[in-house]
């Protein structure tokens, strides 16, 4: 069986890799229960520190629209470049918007 595939940055998610599930509709937005797409856990982390809670549910709330937004697709075309195992070595917070 194949990889499951990253609907941000589009590159294979290995099972020894850290992956999350995104909710395409924030839970805090009525999103609980709703869909939800596996992605790696680096990719989620940026979308969580691009955007707010409201924007993701007003905007973005499809993985082609994430692929939009203009830091998301600067940091997805940035990270297809590195492995699918690949993890950022710098720990930090969220970045200002």
Excluded: N, Y
């Amino acid at each position: 069986m194949s990889d499951p595939i990253c609907p941000l940055c589009l590159r294979p998610i290995p099972g020894d890799v850290p992956q999350s599930l995104h909710h395409l509709i924030p839970k805090l937005k009525g999103g609980k229960g709703g869909p939800t797409v596996l992605m790696h856990h680096i990719c989620h982390r940026e979308i969580h520190a691009t955007l707010s809670e409201a924007e993701l549910a007003r905007h973005f709330s499809t993985p082609e629209a994430l692929r939009t937004h203009p830091r998301l697709a600067k940091f997805a075309a940035w990270v297809a470049k590195r492995p699918p195992g690949f993890r950022s070595k710098v720990p930090g917070k969220r970045r200002g918007r």
